[in-house]
């Protein structure tokens, strides 16, 4: 005589849907604190206006075309970080090479969270905005 086996909710016994419990708890555990530590290192969205004199100049950073200036380039804040700046216009003396910096700056609005997130309190986060002033190409008349 031969008795069925017992089938649990995911494998061909009790025990073993057990352990499959048991692996899920511990992954969702750590997707929870993956989850919770890109939260934390990722930083606020923040935006910092580039203007040039005069207007209408290519603005580039770190390589990478930001539009004309007036231009606004976003970005999250975080660790202290240095841009290359450069700005091109016909006519004009390129300039190449610039840097503006991402500094640490006490974050007033956050300092209620400063007993639970630490690294939010200060921040590296660039000027509100910069401006560039631009040189006409000798022989030339802007």
Aim: hydrophobic share 40%; proline share 7%.
């Amino acid at each position: 005589m031969s008795f069925p086996q017992n089938k649990g909710p995911v494998g061909n016994s009790i025990l073993e849907g057990f352990d499959m419990a048991r692996e899920r708890s511990w992954f969702q555990r750590a997707v929870a604190a993956a989850m919770a530590a890109s939260l934390l290192f990722a930083g606020c969205a923040q935006t910092c206006r580039i203007n040039t004199n005069p207007e209408g100049a290519k603005v580039y950073i770190n390589g990478v075309y930001i539009g004309e200036s007036p231009t606004v380039y976003k970005y999250r804040s975080g660790l202290p970080e240095t841009y290359i700046v450069e700005i091109k216009k016909e006519g004009w003396k390129p300039l190449v090479n610039a840097t503006i910096d991402r500094t640490l700056r006490a974050d007033v609005s956050l300092l209620l969270l400063i007993l639970v997130i630490v690294p939010y309190f200060f921040s590296a986060r660039l000027e509100d905005q910069y401006l560039f002033q631009l040189e006409p190409l000798p022989g030339t008349t802007p």
